[in-house]
């Protein structure tokens, strides 16, 4: 039952799917974004972006050893020990008893795009994201969107 919990948290986290939201996730989400500041936030990117580098067809793109990743891995589990079991003890009580590992994941991947949007804030990773706009035929995008 534990690995599977931990298991969950790490789908929320990185997952693209809507997670079913109830009060009490959205208090324990509430509770796991006022428990976490700039530098929590961005590890969780920073284990984010590592995770996802894991795969076969992005790993080539990045330059993490096994060591950068396991260091990751620890500061990670570091964070989600402490937010569930001091800083919102209380509120995941409250979700696994109501919500269970649904509402467990709901408030996890609250925490993700927290993260993930604390990062997209920046200035430079706002002006990579939209570098790709000038090469984009403009002229067929707006035949699309006029007509």
Same mark, same amino acid.
């Given at each position: 039952? =534990? /690995? *599977?919990?931990?298991?969950?948290? +790490?789908? $929320? ?8 939201? %109830?009060?009490?996730?959205?208090? *324990? #989400? ?7 500041? #700039?530098? !929590?936030?961005?590890? @969780?990117? =920073?284990?984010? /972006?590592?995770?996802?580098? $894991? ?5 080539? *793109?990045?330059?993490?050893? !096994?060591?950068? &990743? @396991?260091? +990751? ?5 570091? *964070?989600?020990? =402490? @937010? @569930?079991?001091?800083?919102? =003890?209380?509120?995941? &009580? ?5 919500? #269970? ?6 408030? /996890? ?16 990773? %706002?002006? $990579? ?19």
């Amino acid at each position: 039952m =534990r /690995f *599977l919990t931990i298991f969950l948290l +790490s789908l $929320a986290i990185l997952s693209p799917h809507a997670a079913i939201a %109830s009060p009490t996730s959205d208090t *324990l #989400g509430t509770c796991l974004k006022d428990n976490t500041n #700039g530098k !929590d936030r961005k590890a @969780l990117a =920073r284990w984010i /972006f590592l995770a996802i580098s $894991a795969h076969p067809e992005i790993r080539q *793109l990045s330059v993490a050893t !096994d060591a950068i &990743r @396991l260091d +990751s891995d620890k500061g990670t589990a570091v *964070l989600v020990t =402490r @937010l @569930l079991t001091e800083n919102c =003890r209380a509120e995941t &009580r409250a979700v696994v008893a109501k919500d #269970g590992n649904p509402g467990l994941f709901s408030a /996890f991947k609250l925490l993700g795009e927290v993260a993930m949007t604390e990062l997209m804030t920046d200035p430079g990773v %706002s002006a $990579a994201i939209s570098n790709y706009a000038q090469f984009v035929d403009k002229k067929k995008i707006e035949e699309v969107l006029t007509k």
